[in-house]
């Protein structure tokens, strides 16, 4: 298997869900269901933070969700823990500056996805050096769900990376709803990461579907 090309990681982000338990209101497994029916392109798996699962509990809970996104054929894409990915084989693994370095990542996954939060200009040239597929920049707007989120930043960031001719596949993130996706997508990025606005729908169905049209 070779690296996934810019054109191909272009198409998996219009509308990247990113979930764990700990920020789901209903059934985790049905909301991930009803989101791919809806027309989610990505699924990270993104367990952390207080209350969320670990040891067995969350690897069990991670192979649920990876056989859901399997059967729909949806890249299964592994937050922070390397390990877990290479163990269930996922599709991918996403970091952020306090993680392991993307070199050293790279080596260790192969040719399986990278996505590498950045939060700057060096940021980016180093995650494109070091091998990233695509980039996670924000947060755009507030955001409730990541405790230790870096300051707004609206698409600044992202059209500065796209002045500089910089092609690499981008996803928005932080705060996204359908009110205002299409202002990301209009600042450069090829799709918006959401986690709240689907996990934490009463009807993750109808948000998910919104988010589809509002981004695209
Ligand atoms: C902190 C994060 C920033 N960006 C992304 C993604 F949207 F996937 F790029 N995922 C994260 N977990
Ligand atoms: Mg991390």
Known sequence: MSRISTDRMRELL???FIMGSQNCKLNPEEV??????A???QFQFREKGENSLKGRDKIEFA????TI???HKIPFIVNDDIELAIALDADGVHIGQDDESAEIVRQKIGDKILGVSTHSI??????ILEGADYLGIGPVFHTKTKKDAKSVQGTE???????????IPIVGIGGITAHNAASVIKGGADGVSVVSAISMSDE???????LRKAAF
């Open 122 to 127: 060096e940021e980016v040239e180093k995650a």
């Open 204 to 210: 993750p169905y109808e948000s998910a579907g919104e």
């Open 157 to 167: 960031l992202i059209e500065r990376v796209r002045d500089k001719g910089i092609q």
């Open 69 to 71: 996104c399997k059967k």
């Open 14 to 16: 219009p509308l990247y």
């Open 32 to 37: 991930l269901i009803k989101a791919i029916e």
């Open 39 to 41: 027309g989610i392109t």
């Open 63 to 66: 192979k649920k969700l990876q």
